[in-house]
């Protein structure tokens, strides 16, 4: 064994760490808050970047049937649903080394659960809460929370997957590290595949672009749901901060804002029986990401607005390369030095995610002529040019 590490969060992120450390030998203890970890969620676009690592660790394959490889990406007008632009997805594996996907959360989620409970190396305690920590020379010493009972655990380094209200990274950073609340909120619906139209049930992820809202649906499952989000303005002092999937939200609010549209899109929504909503965030990019033996991964360290669909995906991301850093460390050797170069090998990428999926919320929301001069620009451009601009974001970064 390379040594102990003490893993905060039990999401996307934590998990994938959890089992990309466990691979090169590290013993993992994960503490997840929750006391159990529930299928919420709706779909996730697993691109390129993010399948190629799954696939390292054996989770691609456990996904298997659940999740579906999009043919394409249709962009759409809103008002009269003409497609803007067709972005072909059938050669991903040949184009960027791994398959595009479309998945539930909650699927995945079982995939990497299953994967650490095959592993010994992994312990998952649930209803364990992370209240501080302390860091030295020596070792770092996690203070846990179960219930009325407080104990601690020591091990050789401390990592932050929990998520973006991180209470590691607020200790680790300390001062005023607020959230940027954005204007928009995020609905997100599943609506059965006898409740939608037929054009929803295409394997395709479709992204209708109109006036200061946008909706993105792809089938899931077998083509037994469509998943929807539609991204649309949240009023100042409304806004829902809770967990995902925590927040009921009433319908008759989306009627209003799409009542222009195309009547495919209306046929969609109206389709859905129970939406969720909470508001969307990010937070500008470190200038860092561990102090010690103690490092951030995921939202914690990089949370983003979801105009790219790369927030899991960086998560991942981050887990293959902070296995690669931790995995090079001998007995007794530089925890701290491998944590930093993570942290470095991963920052810039990451960050230019965070900071393009702000510009795209730009383009997305563009009204007026503005909007108009983008959909030319969409159309002539064509779905090869415009795929080719995704190119360095789906290529999977070397671990
Ligand atoms: C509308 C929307 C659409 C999205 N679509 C996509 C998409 O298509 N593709 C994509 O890649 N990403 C997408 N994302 C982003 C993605 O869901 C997240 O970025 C990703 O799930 C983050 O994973 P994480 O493990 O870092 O954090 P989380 O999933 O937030 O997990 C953190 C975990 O830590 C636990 N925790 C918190 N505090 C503590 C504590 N003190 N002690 C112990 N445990 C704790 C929490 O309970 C939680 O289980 C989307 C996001 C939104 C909002």
């Known amino acids: 064994m390379s040594g102990h590490a003490l893993i905060a969060g039990a999401g996307i992120g934590g998990l994938s760490a959890a089992l990309f450390l466990a691979a090169t030998g590290w013993r993992v203890s994960l503490f997840e808050s929750a006391p159990v970890i529930e299928a919420v969620g709706a779909g996730l676009q697993l691109s390129p970047n993010a399948t190629a690592i799954l696939r390292q660790i054996g989770v691609l394959e456990r996904l298997g049937r659940t999740s579906l490889a999009p043919k394409a990406v249709r962009v759409l007008r809103a008002r009269d649903g003409a497609t803007l632009a067709l972005m072909r997805l059938d050669r991903a594996e040949s184009r960027w080394g791994a398959p595009y996907l479309l998945a539930h959360r909650a699927d995945l989620q079982r995939a990497l659960l299953d994967a650490a409970a095959g592993q010994e190396a992994i312990a998952l305690h649930t209803g364990v809460a992370l209240t501080g920590f302390a860091s030295g020379p020596g070792g770092v010493t996690a203070a846990l929370r179960k219930g ?194 993570y942290g470095a090998s991963r920052l810039p990428r990451a960050s230019r995610v965070q900071l393009e999926s702000r510009a795209q919320e730009r383009i997305y929301h563009l009204s007026g002529p503005a909007a108009f001069a983008r959909d030319l620009a969409l159309r002539a451009m064509g779905g090869e040019r415009l795929l080719a601009r995704y190119d360095w974001l789906y290529r999977a970064a070397p671990a």
């Open 148 to 341: 009325m009972t407080r104990f601690e655990v020591a091990g050789d380094c401390l990592i932050g997957a929990d998520g973006s209200r991180s209470l590691v990274r607020g200790r680790l950073l300390g001062g005023d590290d607020a959230l940027n609340m954005s204007r928009r909120a995020a609905w997100r619906a599943l609506v059965p595949a006898d409740r939608a139209p037929p054009e929803a049930l295409r394997p395709e992820s479709c992204l209708w672009l109109g006036r200061k809202a946008h909706l993105v649906h792809y089938p899931l499952r077998g083509g037994s749901v469509v998943n929807v989000v539609a991204i649309v303005a949240q009023e100042q002092g409304k806004a829902d901060e809770g967990p995902f999937w925590s927040n009921a939200a009433d319908p008759a609010e989306l009627v209003e804002t799409f009542k222009g549209w195309h009547e495919s899109a209306r046929a969609l929504l109206a389709g859905a029986g129970e939406w969720r909503k909470w508001r969307l965030h990010d937070r500008d990019p470190l200038p860092g990401w561990s102090a010690g033996r103690v490092a951030l991964l995921g939202d914690a360290a990089h949370p983003m607005l979801p105009f790219l669909a790369q927030g899991a995906a960086q998560a991942i991301e981050d887990a293959g390369a902070l296995g690669a850093a931790l995995g090079r460390v001998k007995a007794g050797g530089d925890i701290p030095g491998a944590l930093s170069a």
